[in-house]
T-cell receptor, first 114, second 118 residues
Framework: AQTVTQSQPEMSVQEAETVTLSCTYD???????LFWYKQPPSRQMILVIR??????QNATENRFSVNFQKAAKSFSLKISDSQLGDAAMYFC???????????FGAGTILRVKS | DAGVIQSPRHEVTEMGQEVTLRCKPI?????LFWYRQTMMRGLELLIY????????DSGMPEDRFSAKMPNASFSTLKIQPSEPRDSAVYFC????????????????FGPGTRLTVL
């Protein structure tokens, strides 16, 4: 079974600075998708960024980018120019290309200091 | 589109009572998912449907839990009888599995129902 591990229960970053959230996963499959979801205090789950495992190029969405290391099974999220609105719980998630089931990590609470 | 709609947003009930959570997926989406979020277990998939048919219910904790999808625009998750350990936030999500090229089939989440069983 696939597992997703987020080893940082909590992180802090100063406004306008850069922060990196870590995620590792375990799978025997070669074709899959990886996601980062944001959950603010409102509880709404918001997709931040996704990565297809067959793509070597790291995904980027505005201030959010990932460092995808397939061999190491690592998928970190970098947030540049952090804003107060980035404060939330961030979840890393895995989905096999052959299925529809999302497997989530335990989450990392991100605090942004002004 | 209004997004995935869940009701109620909050539910407080007493142990032993029946609880029914409701979900309306995004129109046109053919996949519907029920997730549960707790401090102890994080986010876990309970069950999902494709074209109203349950595909994988391996995450349903026990027989007290049941889910139905009578039509493409409505699903329910029922707990009978409820227990304090069922207290959690329950999310419904939907996705479009038929979009050509959208192979990652993004799941759109509802706002969740916070269930408290006393």
């Amino acid at each position: 079974a696939q597992t997703v591990t987020q080893s940082q229960p909590e992180m802090s970053v100063q406004e306008a600075e850069t922060v990196t959230l870590s995620c590792t996963y375990d799978t025997s499959e070669s074709d899959y998708y990886l996601f980062w979801y944001k959950q603010p205090p409102s509880r709404q789950m918001i997709l931040v960024i996704r990565q297809e495992a067959y793509k070597q190029q790291n995904a980027t969405e505005n201030r959010f980018s990932v460092n995808f290391q397939k061999a190491a099974k690592s998928f970190s999220l970098k947030i540049s120019d952090s804003q107060l609105g980035d404060a939330a719980m961030y979840f890393c998630a895995y989905r096999s290309a052959r299925g529809n089931k999302l497997v989530f990590g335990a989450g990392t609470i991100l605090r942004v200091k002004s | 589109d209004a997004g995935v709609i869940q009701s109620p947003r909050h539910e407080v009930t007493e142990m032993g009572q029946e609880v029914t959570l409701r979900c309306k997926p995004i129109s046109g989406h053919d996949y519907l998912f029920w997730y549960r979020q707790t401090m102890m277990r994080g986010l876990e998939l309970l069950i999902y449907f494709n074209n109203n048919v349950p595909i994988d219910d391996s995450g349903m904790p026990e027989d007290r839990f049941s889910a139905k999808m009578p039509n493409a625009s409505f699903s329910t998750l029922k707990i009978q009888p409820s227990e304090p350990r069922d207290s959690a936030v329950y999310f419904c999500a939907s996705s479009d599995g038929t979009s050509g090229g959208a192979t990652y089939n993004e799941q759109f989440f509802g706002p969740g129902t916070r269930l408290t069983v006393l």
